[in-house]
T-cell receptor
């Protein structure tokens, strides 16, 4: 079965430090991968998708098919980046999303 | 414009009671999804509608769970004879294929607590 794994429940860093949130996937075809973010008391929202190869709020994520990874990176963390981050994979057919368990990013001043 | 809305935001039910959770998708969005998010977990797919047609209900955990979208807009997720393991946040999402096909817009969720 298709699976998305986020090995870290919590990632704690200081402001200005680099951040890497890990995501690994299992999928035999060509995956469609996303990062969703949920800020405190807000709804889940799309942060970025790999097909766009975009940088949003300083975050980037590169699909590495060899390592089946889609890690989320930011060179200098900000306090406002503190949130829950979910990696997700599109499951073909009806666009349903398969989510990882999530990583809580805490950025300290 | 308004985003996806869900009601009620919080629901406490005694074990064995039936509950109904409502989702109002973004106007014009033909695709509607329900997800269940248990504490400390990511959302898990329950069911999918395209307009009024329920095309995938493979994620519904038991026959106590039932979803409908009779007019292709508002959707209701019903849980009969609730059990403690049903306690979770129920998320609704909608999307509009043809534009940002892969972007699903999520509602705030309904937190169900079964006592």
């Amino acid at each position: 079965a298709q699976r998305v794994t986020q090995p870290e429940k919590l990632l704690s860093v200081f402001k200005g430090a680099p951040v890497e949130l890990k995501c690994n996937y299992s999928y035999s075809g060509s995956p469609e991968l996303f990062w969703y973010v949920q800020y405190s008391r807000q709804r889940l929202q799309l942060l970025l998708r790999h097909i766009s190869r975009e940088s949003i709020k300083g975050f980037t994520a590169d699909l590495n098919k060899g390592e089946t990874s889609f890690h989320l990176k930011k060179p200098f963390a900000q306090e406002e980046d503190s949130a829950m981050y979910y990696c997700a994979s599109f499951s073909g057919g009806y666009n349903k999303l398969i989510f990882g368990a999530g990583t809580r990013l805490a950025v300290h001043p | 414009g308004a985003g996806v809305s869900q009601s009620p935001r919080y629901k406490v039910a005694k074990r064995g009671q039936d509950v109904a959770l409502r989702c109002d998708p973004i106007s014009g969005h033909v695709s509607l999804f329900w997800y269940q998010q248990a504490l400390g977990q990511g959302p898990e797919f329950l069911t999918y509608f395209q307009n009024e047609a329920q095309l995938d209900k493979s994620g519904l955990p038991s026959d106590r769970f039932f979803a409908e979208r009779p007019e292709g807009s508002v959707s209701t997720l019903k849980i009969q004879r609730t059990q403690q393991e049903d306690s979770a946040v129920y998320l609704c999402a909608s999307s509009k294929p043809g534009t940002s096909r892969y972007e699903q817009y999520f509602g705030p969720g309904t937190r169900l607590t079964v006592t």
